[in-house]
């Protein structure tokens, strides 16, 4: 049997269309949300990752201000761009592009973006909301999987979840949101003993790792529901070959391309899981769905009266408030 496919484009294009009556409304009040985009340096992943949000803010009719500081910045001419955006009253999220060049002190400057317009949930502050379940912008990843599962009527609460990589951006926030949500939740890592057995409990998986096929089908329970965060390019023609050994098509874009995508996931764990995200098109869509979504709210919330009179309550909608940027209902009333 094949998994039933979970497909990111759509669930992202439901996002968009709640997304854009919001911008509508924000618009009749003469607001337009604003999202700064730093991208310092010219590392092409990097590159092409925040062209596809400003490509996105301009879809949805957000401003958008594109940053590029050169690779050699220093750290205080960086926090000097930070406390300018901060500053700015048009600009209502900040986002710089991880990861930043060595010489960069990169916690000082996520801690100096103000957290009211931290649109990435990286702030320590948006991070202990999160953790205390008290509402925040939460980390667009995280928050775009719990969008996945909810959309798709996938039960968390009381699921076995398993998340598969232990990182501030995805893994750490993921797993809060996972548990807030009542899943009984595990996180594995590198020193995780016997991993295969471990995954195989979920009945939820989401993998986080970054190396690419690295959970094959042996590490899922038939039935579970897969999320893959994974987007590896492989360039080998060895691996690529054995990792799509049962996939004609995806070889024959290598050979033309001579690169291809490749999750966290085996392409072949499709035959055991019940449900799951493609790569490309499940998790990656989201994740810039919920970038909108947090700019969005952010500036309902930074703009005070005029933001709110919209007819659309901030702590209720903002497309993806259950389960994402609010801690679901309950949660606050399980005790353990
Ligand atoms: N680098 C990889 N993922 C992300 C993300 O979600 N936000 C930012 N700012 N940088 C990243």
Same mark, same amino acid.
């Given at each position: ?9 759509? @669930? ?68 000097? @761009? ?17 990861? %930043? ?67 501030? @951006? ?6 809060? %949101? %996972? ?61 690529? +070959? ?6 004609? +098509? ?35 869509? %989201? ?50």
């Amino acid at each position: 049997m094949s998994a039933r496919i979970l497909n990111g484009n759509a @669930i992202r294009d439901q996002i968009y269309a709640e997304l854009e009556h919001q911008i509508s409304s924000l618009g009749a009040a003469g607001i337009r949300p604003g999202l700064a985009a730093v991208l310092v340096g010219d590392n092409p992943a990097s590159k092409l990752y925040v062209n596809s949000k400003i490509a996105a803010c301009r879809k949805l009719g957000l401003e958008s201000f594109f940053i590029t500081p050169p690779a050699a910045i220093s750290t205080e001419e960086l926090l000097r @761009i930070i406390k300018e955006l901060n500053e700015r009253g048009d600009v209502d999220g900040i986002l710089v592009q991880m990861p %930043l060049p060595p010489q960069i002190d990169s916690k000082k400057i996520l801690e100096a973006v103000d957290p009211s317009k931290d649109v990435d949930g990286f702030h320590p502050v948006n991070v202990g909301k999160l953790v205390a379940g008290r509402p925040s912008l939460v980390a667009c990843t995280p928050a775009g999987v719990m969008e996945i599962l909810r959309r798709s009527e996938i039960p968390v609460e009381g699921a076995n979840a398993v998340v598969v990589g232990r990182s501030d @951006i995805v893994g750490k926030p993921m797993a809060l %949101l %996972l548990l807030h949500a009542n899943a009984t939740v595990t996180i594995c890592h590198s020193k995780t003993r016997d991993l295969p057995a471990t995954v195989r409990r979920a009945d939820i998986v989401v993998a986080a790792i970054g190396r690419p096929a690295m959970v094959t089908p042996d590490f899922i329970q038939p039935g579970a529901a897969v999320i893959d965060v994974g987007q590896n390019v492989v360039t080998s023609a060895a691996a690529a +070959e054995n990792i799509f050994r049962n996939f004609p +098509e995806k070889l024959e874009s290598f050979r033309a391309k001579g690169s291809v995508l490749v999750g966290d996931c085996h392409p072949d764990v499709v035959q055991t899981a019940g449900a799951f995200t493609p790569v490309p098109g499940g998790v990656g869509p %989201l994740t810039i769905a919920m970038l909108m979504s947090n700019t969005v709210r952010a500036a309902r919330l930074r703009r005070g009266a005029a933001a709110t009179a919209t007819g659309v309550p901030v702590h209720e909608t903002a497309s993806a408030s259950r389960g994402a940027h609010a801690v679901p209902s309950g949660t606050q009333a399980a005790k353990s």
